[in-house]
C-alpha cells in the first residue's frame, strides 16, 4: 500500500539553526499538510498546500515557516530559525482528492524535531 | 474552534464497550476519525459525512448529528489493540483544505 514517507525521523537542532524537514507524499494525491504535535498534545494543523500554493495555514504558520514542493515529488518544510517551543513531531499528510471532504489524511511516521 | 472530545481519558477490561465524543462550536461537513498509538501516526478509522452515516469497522462504529454539531465513537467489545489515542478530525469549510482536531481521548483497555 502506498504510504507517506518523511525524513529524517529525528533532527537535532541548536536554537537559532534553519532546518528543512522532508516528506514524499502518495503520488497521486493532490493535498498536502504538515501538522505538529508537542509530546502528549493535541494534533495541530500548520499548513495545507494544494495546486502549488498554500491553501490555507495557521496562526502557528508565521513568517519563520515555509513550505516547497520543489520538484513534484518532495514536499518540504522549512524553519528558518528554531526556537526551543519548536521542539515537536511533525507530520506530513496528504489526501487524494481537493474536492471531496470524504477523503482521509494519510500521515507520514513524523519527524520529531528536537531544540536545544 | 478546535473540537472538544470527551472524555479525556478511559480505562476499559477487555470485552467492555466505551463511547467517545466530539462536540465543534462551528457547523460541520464531515468529521474523521483517526487513531494514534504511542509513537506513532494518526491511522484513519472513518469518515461521516453531512446528511449521512458511515460504519468503518465492525465493532467500531460512529454517528454524526449535524444540528448538534457532534460526533461520537461507539466501541464495542475492546480489545487490547484499542488502546490508543482518539483524535475527531472536524471539516467546516467543504473543501479539503482544513481538517482540525480534537484535543484527544486517551483509551486504555486492560486484561
Known amino acids: 500500500e502506498p504510504e507517506v514517507t518523511q525524513t529524517p525521523s529525528h533532527q537535532v537542532t541548536q536554537m537559532g539553526q534553519e532546518v528543512i524537514l522532508r516528506c514524499v507524499p502518495i503520488s497521486n494525491h493532490l493535498y498536502f499538510y504538515w501538522y505538529r504535535q508537542i509530546l502528549g498534545q493535541k494534533v495541530e494543523f500548520l499548513v495545507s498546500f494544494y495546486n502549488n500554493e498554500i491553501s490555507e495555514k495557521s496562526e502557528i504558520f508565521d513568517d519563520q515557516f515555509s513550505v516547497e514542493r520543489p520538484d513534484g515529488s518532495n514536499f518540504t518544510l522549512k524553519i528558518r530559525s528554531t526556537k526551543l517551543e519548536d521542539s515537536a513531531m511533525y507530520f506530513c499528510?496528504?489526501?487524494?482528492?481537493?474536492?471531496?471532504?470524504?477523503?482521509?489524511?494519510?500521515f507520514g511516521n513524523g519527524t520529531r524535531l528536537t531544540v536545544t | 474552534q478546535q473540537p472538544v472530545q470527551s472524555p479525556q481519558a478511559v480505562i476499559l477490561r477487555e470485552g467492555e464497550d466505551a463511547v467517545i465524543n466530539c462536540s465543534s462550536s462551528k457547523a460541520l461537513y464531515s468529521v474523521h476519525w483517526y487513531r494514534q498509538k504511542h509513537g506513532e501516526a494518526p491511522v484513519f478509522l472513518m469518515i461521516?459525512?453531512?446528511?449521512?452515516e458511515q460504519k468503518g469497522h465492525e465493532k467500531i462504529s460512529a454517528s454524526f448529528n449535524e444540528k448538534k454539531q457532534q460526533s461520537s465513537l461507539y466501541l464495542t467489545a475492546s480489545q487490547l489493540s484499542y488502546s490508543g489515542t482518539y483524535f475527531c478530525?472536524?471539516?467546516?469549510?467543504?473543501?479539503?483544505?482544513?481538517?482540525?482536531f480534537g484535543t484527544g481521548t486517551r483509551l486504555q483497555v486492560t486484561l
Open positions: 461521516l459525512l453531512k446528511g449521512g
Open positions: 499528510a496528504s489526501m487524494a482528492t481537493a474536492s471531496a471532504y470524504n477523503s482521509p489524511l494519510h
Open positions: 478530525g472536524t471539516e467546516t469549510t467543504g473543501t479539503a483544505s482544513k481538517l482540525t
